[in-house]
């Protein structure tokens, strides 16, 4: 059942998989929904769980990279606890936000989507094949599908309006849209948490072939700062593939919802509206979902949800 604080909280923005309430005082509450798109469209029917998992697995990562990377400014707060509302919540929408929600900052976001390729895979690898580029970048010939990159790439998109598509951009152009110098902070930041973050991840046994961040601009420090923002690293805004099972030249076994991507492709319904996933489809994903969350933390997902109880 989709958690609904619209009578006890402001309703600031609904996407496609999350909801944004007004705490107030600059902050936002993050709850993170069990809905799951694919090629930019919204599934019928949830995935029991996925907002959970989200939402965990992003505070696994944002507290890593603090520890790692003690400059990086981030929007998060804290999981969702002791939060005060004007009327009772019921004990089990308190449960749920346990679990599947963020307080976080508030802040003015960019209009971008940051993403980082460390392999050569999904459009990418489409414009490859087409002629030899990546968002305008030209890569050296001879690469094969699901091959590491020579270094990280930076490939920027626009970041869309619900019901639209983002659309891959060149470098130059994000610069346009957000200016060099932001630009230039964005992309440098945004490799150095992946190129942490990816190697962190191999030795978990998971690749990350690629991944999107958001990021936003603090006005209320001198100079403004560059924030991170939004979920982390997750199964919805990654690739995570088997690191055992990986083999240049073929597409990946991943823990991610790209076994969703396939179904829709071959059952003919990428990017059709309404789309009903099968108990198989819906039990597959939240598998895939769930062994990403453990190899990356360490833990069960039942220990996990244990931990954050008792805290």
């Known amino acids: 059942m989709p958690l609904d604080l619209s009578k006890y909280l402001p309703l600031v923005a609904s996407g496609k998989v999350r909801e944004i309430y007004d705490l107030g005082e600059s902050r936002l509450l993050f709850v993170a929904t069990d ?7 919204v599934m019928k ?28 400014h981030t929007h998060y707060i804290a999981l969702c606890h002791n939060l005060k509302f004007d009327e009772p919540l019921p004990p089990q929408t308190i449960a749920d936000l346990g679990r599947r929600a963020m307080v976080v900052k508030r802040l003015k976001v960019f209009p971008l989507e ?31 599908e699901s091959e590491k990159l020579p270094e990280p790439l930076w490939t920027p998109s626009t970041k869309a309006e619900l019901g639209d598509k983002d659309e891959n951009i060149s470098q130059a152009q994000a610069a346009e849209i957000v200016g060099k110098t932001y ?19 191999l030795r978990r046994g998971i690749i990350i072939a690629d991944t999107k961040f958001e990021f936003a601009l603090d006005e209320s420090t001198s100079p403004p700062t560059v924030v991170l923002v939004d979920e982390v690293l997750t199964p919805d805004s990654s690739r ?25 492709v071959q059952t003919g319904q990428k990017g059709k509206e309404g789309v009903v ?25 039942n220990m996990a949800l244990e931990q954050k109880r008792a805290t």
Do not use: C, H
């Open 114 to 144: 940051s993403i980082v390729r460390g392999y050569i895979t999904g459009s990418a690898w489409a414009s490859y094949e087409k002629d030899g580029t990546v968002n305008g970048v030209k890569l050296p010939l001879g690469l094969r």
């Open 277 to 301: 996933m099968p108990a198989d489809v819906v039990s597959q994903t939240l598998d895939k979902y769930k062994e990403a969350f453990e190899k990356l933390v360490g833990m069960t997902w």
């Open 183 to 201: 630009a230039d902070q964005i992309a440098a930041l945004s490799l150095q948490i992946y190129n942490i973050a990816s190697t962190f991840a």
């Open 45 to 72: 029917n949830p995935i029991p769980e996925k907002g959970a998992i989200l939402t965990l697995l992003s505070d696994f990562w944002f507290l890593f990279l603090r520890s790692r990377l003690p400059t990086l």
């Open 240 to 264: 995570f593939w088997s690191a055992e099972k990986y083999q240049v030249g073929r597409a990946q076994d991943s823990y991610d919802k790209q076994y969703l991507r396939d179904w829709l």
């Open 35 to 41: 809905r799951i798109s694919a090629y930019d469209v």
